[in-house]
């Protein structure tokens, strides 16, 4: 699988936006990116995840950069409740039912 | 709907005994995978179970293992407890194997220590 890159920690203030960055420079053309999160004492939640082309749900929005070797998951308006570890995880869709594989993540902090 | 449901959720064990983790899936769904998760090597992936058969399996010794029965339940099985097999194991099952899956949903997970 190929590997990516996260900064340990973040911090935020509640309500403002928030920009996660992964890098992923050895992704291949059949990689999704997908993001996952893990709040204290739960298991991890699935965020969103793209291919190509920005992606928007209602929990976040990711931004793709155009040589998809990097991406951006943007909370757009940070809650309490948003402080979690962020997990940014590749796939090949042509490999069936690859396990996810977690790297150390993001610990995202918000401020009240 | 009722989502993944992991029993035990806490479970203190002696070092050498074995213990038994059980997932439920979320109804309708057919694979279930377990992961470990320590603070020091965060969450690793153990197997995969899909219609009752063992598709994927991570770099865990022989003393930890599983099942799937038909009603894609999923039991898994640690012998031999050693103290570092203290962690929290988390259950996620999918919808299916299909050549692209999108989402997978965990359960809160079983906190296991050994002592």
């Known amino acids: 699988d190929a590997k990516t890159t996260q900064p340990n920690s973040m911090e935020s203030n509640e309500e403002e936006p928030v920009h996660l960055p992964c890098n992923h420079s050895?992704?291949?053309?059949?990689?999704?990116i997908h993001w996952y999160r893990q709040l204290p004492s739960q298991g991890p939640e699935y965020v969103i995840h793209?291919?190509?082309s920005n992606v928007n749900n209602r929990m976040a929005s990711l931004a793709i950069a155009e040589d998809r070797k990097s991406s951006t998951l943007i909370l757009h308006r940070a809650t309490l409740r948003d402080a979690a570890v962020y997990y940014c995880?590749?796939?090949?869709?042509?490999?069936?039912?690859?396990?996810?594989?977690f790297g150390k993540g993001t610990r995202l902090s918000v401020i009240a | 709907k009722a989502g993944v449901t992991q029993t035990p959720r806490y479970l203190i064990k002696t070092r050498g005994q074995q213990v038994t983790l059980s997932c439920s899936p979320i109804s309708g769904h057919r694979s279930v995978s377990w992961y470990q998760q320590t603070p020091g090597q965060g969450l690793q992936f153990l197997f995969e179970y899909f219609s009752e058969t063992q598709r994927n399996k991570g770099n865990f010794p022989g003393r930890f293992s599983g099942r799937q029965f038909s009603n894609s339940r999923s039991e898994m099985n640690v012998s031999t407890l050693e103290l570092g097999d203290s962690a929290l194991y988390l259950c996620?099952?999918?919808?299916?194997?299909?050549?692209?899956?999108?989402?997978?949903?965990f359960g809160q997970g079983t906190r296991l220590t050994v002592v």
């Open positions: 996620a099952s999918s919808l299916g194997r299909g050549r692209l899956v999108t989402e997978a949903f």
């Open positions: 793209g291919l190509t």
């Open positions: 995880i590749l796939r090949d869709a042509n490999s069936g039912n690859t396990p996810l594989v």
């Open positions: 050895t992704i291949s053309g059949t990689d999704y």
